[in-house]
């Protein structure tokens, strides 16, 4: 599985690559504006940190003239880009032309499976199927991934699965029961990933001994008589 990191702040892009696990980058309107910076130096600065991973750039129109000439500004500025585009009628026309052209997309706010339906036909790179919004309705979000993915590969479609609007680790294990292609999610959730009570207690006994034994890696070789 892919693991993608949802933010709009560089200094989270930076610690996730040093980790060596980070696999791409998206972003949305909010999430820039939150960033106080420009989007296309943000954008631009996510692309130079991660030089082999997808950073997903939003359009903002709602029309499609609009959002097409959004969108081709977006694409034109790295060819790491995948444009972001809303599952809206406009948007999927836009996703049409754009993979006409060779553009990657990244359609969003994806919650039912008929969705994720048009996205596909209309060639989208990525579906990016929200979850944790879908449960904060007392429904299970999970279920249209499910199906999605199902959908994708019975029919042959290219289009790979972003779990989106990840809440906490559990949905990461679901998306992974579910086959889904990618997860997306805030810094703070990819750093419970690695935690565990067991591994602090476990790495806390681990360094006892070892400190209490007195013992170093780099301890001085004793000289044989």
């Not at 810094?187 to 070892?210: A, E, N, V, Y």
Request: hydrophobic share 45%; proline share 4%; aromatic share 6%.
């Amino acid at each position: 599985m892919k693991l993608f990191v949802d933010t709009g702040d560089v200094e989270e892009v930076r610690q996730a690559v040093e980790w060596g696990v980070l696999d791409g980058v998206t972003t949305n309107p909010t999430l820039i504006a939150k960033s106080g910076k420009g989007f296309r130096e943000t954008v631009l600065s996510m692309c130079h940190l991660l030089p082999d991973g997808d950073i997903s750039a939003e359009v903002v129109a709602t029309n499609y003239d609009e959002m097409l000439k959004e969108a081709l500004e977006i694409s034109s500025w790295h060819s790491q880009i995948v444009v972001k585009v809303p599952l809206i009628e406009p948007g999927i026309r836009l996703v049409s032309t754009l993979a006409d052209k060779g553009i990657r997309t990244n359609v969003t706010l994806v919650f039912t499976v008929p969705q994720a339906l048009m996205a596909a036909k209309a060639g989208a790179t990525y579906i990016s199927n929200f979850v944790g919004r879908v449960d904060d309705l007392s429904d299970d979000g999970m279920v249209a991934v499910q199906d999605t993915v199902r959908m994708v590969q019975d029919y042959g479609f290219e289009s790979e699965v972003l779990v989106a609007s990840v809440r906490h680790p559990l949905h990461v294990v679901q998306a992974i029961q579910a086959g889904a292609h990618v997860s997306t999610m805030p810094f703070k959730i990819m750093q419970m990933l690695f935690k565990h009570p067991l591994t602090d207690s476990g790495l806390k006994r681990f360094l006892d001994d070892w400190n209490q034994a007195g013992l170093s890696i780099f301890e001085k070789q004793t000289a044989s008589v």
